[in-house]
């Protein structure tokens, strides 16, 4: 992933996760295409229906999906609750139904194995004052990330059968996780500093205030 430029434009070059570089049985290189559906298509809804308050997926719905249709459901159960947390860490606010997705790896075949995709579409949309404070999902009972407090994260554990320590306990452990990992990675651009900053401060306010329940 970096920073790059085309006619005085910035845009971030990401690699896509949904493909893969193999061998064809003759030796010749293949960029094979991994068949993707996200969450509002694997339960038939429209994408103009993305967000839990127009009738979009909840994290109840995501969590359900991956425990009935995941190949390794303990594992992406546990992938998707630190997903939750990361964008709540981020001040992601978009991560909407379309943002969480299934991979189909082998499909077609008698060895198809169903799993969670890596996160995208991570935006630290806190940042832009022109956006939403609305969270596309809600967490607990509260869809302003400003406002969400431990009780809303036990809420949660409670809704999607997790263990309410474990969870608990999660939301601070990332949060140094997302600290350390800002203390290792230079950020010479404006905005990245800027966002930089954001995320350190959401971080450093989490982990004080779950430290203190």
């Not at 290189?29 to 809804?45: A, K, N």
């Not at 969670?116 to 596309?136: C, F, G, N, Q, R």
């Not at 994260?153 to 608990?168: D, G, Q, S």
């Amino acid at each position: 992933m970096e920073i790059r430029t085309v006619e005085a434009l910035e845009y971030l070059l990401v690699e896509r996760y949904e493909r893969v570089h193999r061998q064809a049985p003759g030796g010749a290189p293949v960029l094979e295409r991994l068949h993707q559906e996200d969450f509002c298509q694997t339960q038939g809804i429209v994408s103009e229906m993305k967000y839990q308050k127009e009738g979009g997926p909840s994290l109840k719905q995501c969590f359900d999906l991956l425990r009935e249709v995941s190949s390794a459901p303990v594992i992406d159960l546990a992938k998707l609750l630190d997903a939750v947390i990361f964008n709540y860490l981020v001040g992601n606010n978009d991560a909407h139904g379309r943002n969480f997705s299934l991979l189909y790896h082998g499909a077609g075949t008698e060895n198809q194995e169903i799993r969670l995709a890596p996160l995208h579409d991570v935006v630290s949309t806190t940042y832009y004052p022109e956006l939403s404070k609305d969270m596309a999902m809600k967490i607990g009972g509260e869809y302003l990330s400003g406002k969400v407090t431990p009780k809303d994260f036990e809420r949660l554990a409670e809704e999607e059968r997790l263990a309410k320590p474990i969870v608990k306990r999660r939301v601070p452990d990332l949060a140094d996780t997302v600290l350390a990992a800002l203390a290792k990675t230079p950020t010479a651009h404006p905005v990245a500093v800027a966002v930089a900053g954001l995320i350190r401060e959401r971080c450093e306010n989490v982990r004080n205030s779950f430290r203190d329940k």
